[in-house]
Structure formats: structure tokens, C-alpha cells
């Protein structure tokens, strides 16, 4: 009896069931069925189809949703125990081809789930003013899935080819005592010239454990640069490169790229790893990659960034073209940058970073540490998000690098440590050194000087900031260190980030203003701008 009362018994509840049978169930029933059905497909994909459809379909996407969620578990647990590991498995080429792949089928797979579950809603058996409701919802809904992996498949794209296309595919480099250490030009190439020539050297030093970053800017005029043990150059130049006025560091790029490739065999690019070499003997440390950026790229990269924020200390001049060569007049400004508050787009930041007209040359250098503080500090993650394929793009005008893209993973974790702390510099020339300095450089003076600054970031000393997101003033090394060892005649005073005041007026407390400037151009008077904008070269990040 009991077997012949079971068996019809399961047909009859199978069609009164509003879930798997909705065609007798209420208008309002079939409404929230079908909106249930949707968001179960939405956060637990198969999940639909196991309650109101093809089961074996539901249980293959199920495994599925359940196995993504694994993977999402795991990198949920290396983000927070290994990041070094994640960051390096997503930059890695072969690895994350296949995560894109992964991505692009689970995005189908997905729609293809939704698909089905309008199937199993059977919109005909909705109130006519619900349908349109529904639709709209599962267009929704299925945007904001597929959509999602698609677009993280999309970025993941874009970033795997800027990495191709930036970093090198040669080995990883180990930190030398404790520290990494990466040679930053900024390539001043043109039409004009033959080889690409570095108008800007810095070292970016980092402590390979806390991030704690040290800057040491090179002038691209220092004499007589001394290349490191074990360098090729040194068959030429043994006593370094002392061949005359002509010989200044930021010539060796483009000397080595004529006449010496054949000294280094199998090298991409054997002018920058003659500079680097060149800067690792001048600092007396070892220096184990390079970036070399063009200028042209330095600006898309800010623009990309939606450009950078800062405290300008005076007026600095968009140069117009040469008139004299001899004694460097320009003619006509094009344009100025104002003191105080700036927010500057690519152009004009690019302008404000190598700008030197009225001014010496160190007060350029202030002010290139003060724009890589700038954009260092502005790129955060809602920035690197928002605007990831305009900068990704942008990244890929850097022109050179040896640094490989296995490493990526360690170097981002790093630079992520590495945000937010103070940052001391020193500059190979005023205020640190005389201004005659880089004539006739003391390198053991400058090793000195050098040891004494990384030794001081090693143990734990800083400066006395002035304030929660205050850097030492561009020149300035640590502070313990500033005052244990001044090794050589400051040529004026190097004040903190935070307590100079933007030079806006004249001595007479009138208001400097842009015609007035270009007034004093055209009469001549290039020594009153000179005085106007002598502090150009202070500056801080906002």
C-alpha cells in the first residue's frame, strides 16, 4: 500500500510546486520566484538551476562557483600572508595569460547562465507590467557579473602588455647590503641630437626590508665620473671619465652608444648601463637597475594620473627658444608657473622639472625630487584604478629598463611598504656641496656622505618632520646626519617641506605677476628676475 501511494504522490507535489512548476502558482509568486532565481544566479551561480531546472547543469556550475571561490580564499590569504608571491603570479606572462583565459570563460560560462535562468523564469507567465521589471534586472545583474570579470580580464590584458613592453625578461637582483638601489634618468633625446642623453640622474636607494627610501640626485654637469669596479669603461678612462670640459656624466650615454657598444656584448642598451656604472662608482655604491624615461612619456604618464599637486616656493618659466647659446639667454617666456598652490598638468609639469633658465642647475634638481615626490604620493590606489589604462599606456613610453618582470612582485610590495615614509635626499651639489663641487668632485668626500645618509635610514634615524605627510627638503639628508657630519659649505639654507613661504611679492610688497616678469624681459633686465625667482627651487607635494 505504501508503494502504491508514494509514486503518484511525487508527480502531484512536483506540479504544485511554485518553485520547479510556477504555471498554477499566484502572479505575486511567480514575481518573487523569479527575482529569487535571479539572485541566486547572481551570488551562487548553478544554484538556480539545481532548484528550479537542469539539475546536472546546477551541480557543474555549482563545483564551478565553488571552486572560484576556493581560489578567491587563497589569494585572499597570500594578499595578507604573501603579497610578494600574488603580485608575482599576476605579472607573471604565463601565468596570468591563463588567469585571463579563466576569466574570459567564466564571463561566458556566467551569461550563459543567466541566459538559462530566463529560460526557467518563463517571462510569459508574468504580469505584463513585471516583465520589463525583470528584464531590466537581469540585464542588470548580468552586467555587473560578467561585466565585472570581463573588465578584470581587460585590465589584466593591458597590464600584461605594458609589463612586456616596460621590463626585461632577464634575471632577478638580489639587494646589495640590505638595499636596492635604481638609477632614474629622465632621457632628454630629440631629432637634433645622436643618442638619447640623461638631463636628469637620481638614485631611488630603498631598504629592502621597511621601504625606507633614500633620493641622491647626480648633476647631469659633474666632471670626471668614476666608473665602478669590473666596468668595461674602465679600459678607456681608468682615472674616470677625465677627457675635459666636455667630458660631464650625462655625455657617456650617448659616447658609449657610438663609439663603445663593443663593450658590452649582448647588452640592450649599453649607454644607460655605462651611465649607471659611471653613477654606482661616482656614489660608491652599487646600482643594479635603470629606468630611462623620455620626456614626452613623463608628461603623458601625469596627465594619465590627472596630474600632480604642489607647494611651488617661486616663478618658474617656460623657456622660450635659445637666442644666445653662449651665455644661455632665452627669448621670450612662452609662460610662467606661479608660486603657492599648483595643481599641474603633464606640460607644465614637465616644465617645472627641467626648467633652469634664471636659476642654477640645482634648483632644477629640487624641483624634479619635488615632482617624483609629487606623483609618488599621488598615486593611489582609487587613482591607479580609475585611471589604470591611461597610465598603463602611458608606462609604456618608458624607453628603457633592465629591471625584470619576474621581480615585479617584490618591487611593488616594496613600493607599497615604501608609501608614506619620509623620505631623505641628498643632492652631489648645493645645498649639500658647494656649487663648484661637481667641477672638481671630492669622491671620497661624496662616498662619505653617501654611507653616512643610507647608515642613518639603516638604523632607524630620521629627520624631525614637520608634519604627518611632510619628506626632507629636497638636498637635505637625514636630519642626525646633517648635524653629526656637515661635510661640506652649504650655499644656502636648506629649509623643511613646511616652513617656506611661496615668494609672491616684491621686496616692496608688490605683487609679482606674469607681465611684470616678461616686462623685465623685454627691457633686459635679466637680473631682476633672477632676484624675483631665486627660490624656484623650493617645493613640496601637497
Given amino acids: ?66 571552486a572560484v571561490w576556493g581560489l578567491a580564499l587563497v589569494a585572499l590569504v597570500l594578499l595578507l600572508a604573501n603579497r610578494t608571491l600574488l603580485i608575482g603570479i599576476l605579472t607573471n606572462s604565463v601565468a596570468s595569460l591563463l588567469i585571463i583565459v579563466i576569466l574570459i570563460a567564466l564571463a561566458v560560462g556566467w551569461a550563459a547562465l543567466f541566459v538559462n535562468t530566463l529560460r526557467l523564469i518563463r517571462p510569459v507567465l508574468l504580469a505584463p507590467g513585471m516583465r520589463p521589471v525583470v ?28 609589463i612586456g613592453s ?55 654637469n659633474l666632471q670626471n665620473a668614476q666608473f665602478s669596479e669590473g666596468s668595461p669603461m674602465r679600459q678607456i678612462y681608468p682615472d674616470g671619465y677625465d677627457c675635459g670640459n666636455e667630458c660631464l656624466i650625462n655625455a657617456i650615454n650617448t659616447e658609449v652608444t657610438n663609439e663603445h657598444t663593443d663593450l658590452y656584448p649582448g647588452v640592450a642598451d649599453p649607454g644607460a648601463q655605462a651611465t649607471l656604472e659611471a653613477v654606482s662608482g661616482t656614489l660608491g655604491i652599487t646600482v643594479q637597475a635603470y629606468v630611462l624615461v623620455d620626456m614626452d612619456g613623463f608628461a603623458k604618464l601625469i596627465d594619465a594620473m590627472g596630474g600632480i599637486k604642489i607647494k611651488a616656493g617661486g616663478w618658474v618659466p617656460l623657456s622660450g627658444d635659445m637666442v644666445d647659446e653662449a651665455n644661455g639667454i632665452h627669448g621670450m617666456p612662452t609662460g610662467w608657473i606661479a608660486a603657492g598652490d599648483q595643481h599641474l598638468d603633464g606640460y607644465h609639469a614637465l ?5 633652469r633658465e634664471f636659476v ?37 613610453k618608458v624607453v628603457d629598463s633592465n629591471i625584470s618582470a619576474s621581480q615585479l612582485g617584490s618591487f611593488v610590495d616594496l613600493a607599497m611598504k615604501a608609501k608614506g615614509k619620509e623620505v631623505s635626499r641628498l643632492t652631489i651639489g648645493p645645498p649639500d656641496f ?3 663641487f661637481s667641477t672638481v668632485p671630492d669622491f671620497d668626500q661624496i662616498h662619505d656622505r653617501v654611507d653616512r645618509l643610507l647608515a642613518a635610514q639603516s638604523a ?23 648635524a653629526a657630519a656637515p661635510a661640506a659649505p652649504l650655499t644656502q639654507p636648506a629649509p623643511s617641506p613646511s616652513d617656506f613661504t611661496p615668494v609672491t611679492t616684491t621686496p616692496d610688497g608688490e605683487p609679482i605677476t606674469e607681465e611684470m616678469l616678461n616686462q623685465f624681459k623685454r627691457e633686459g633686465n635679466e637680473q631682476a628676475i633672477r632676484d624675483l625667482v631665486a627660490t624656484n627651487g623650493q617645493c613640496r607635494p601637497l
Fill in 1 to 66: 500500500m505504501t508503494t502504491s501511494h508514494s509514486s503518484p504522490q511525487a508527480p502531484q507535489q512536483a506540479l504544485t510546486d511554485p518553485v520547479r512548476n510556477p504555471v498554477n502558482a499566484p502572479a505575486p509568486v511567480r514575481t518573487k520566484r523569479a527575482f529569487v532565481l535571479l539572485l541566486l544566479t547572481l551570488f551562487v551561480p548553478g544554484s538556480a538551476q539545481i532548484v528550479a531546472g537542469d539539475r546536472k547543469l546546477g551541480r557543474i556550475a555549482l563545483r564551478v562557483t565553488l
Fill in 135 to 162: 528584464g531590466v534586472a537581469l540585464v542588470l545583474a548580468m552586467v555587473l557579473s560578467t561585466g565585472t570579470l570581463g573588465y578584470a580580464a581587460y585590465v589584466l590584458n593591458v597590464s600584461r602588455n605594458a
Fill in 166 to 220: 616596460i621590463f626585461s625578461a632577464g634575471p632577478a637582483i638580489d639587494p646589495v647590503e640590505g638595499r636596492y638601489n635604481f638609477l632614474m634618468m629622465g632621457g632628454d633625446a630629440g631629432d637634433d641630437r645622436t643618442g638619447r642623453r640623461p638631463d636628469s640622474l637620481s638614485v631611488l636607494s630603498v631598504d629592502a626590508k621597511t621601504g625606507q627610501t633614500a633620493i641622491i640626485s647626480v648633476p647631469r
Fill in 351 to 355: 616644465w617645472y622639472g627641467r626648467s
Fill in 360 to 396: 642654477d642647475d640645482y634648483a632644477r634638481i629640487q624641483r624634479q625630487q619635488c615632482v617624483q615626490q609629487a606623483m609618488l604620493k599621488q598615486l593611489d590606489p582609487a587613482t591607479l584604478l580609475s585611471k589604470f589604462e591611461d597610465i598603463a599606456n602611458a608606462g609604456t
Fill in 434 to 436: 658647494d656649487a663648484s
Fill in 460 to 482: 632607524g634615524a630620521a629627520p624631525d618632520p614637520a608634519g604627518e605627510d611632510s619628506i626632507v627638503q629636497a638636498g637635505a639628508a637625514a636630519g642626525p646626519l646633517m
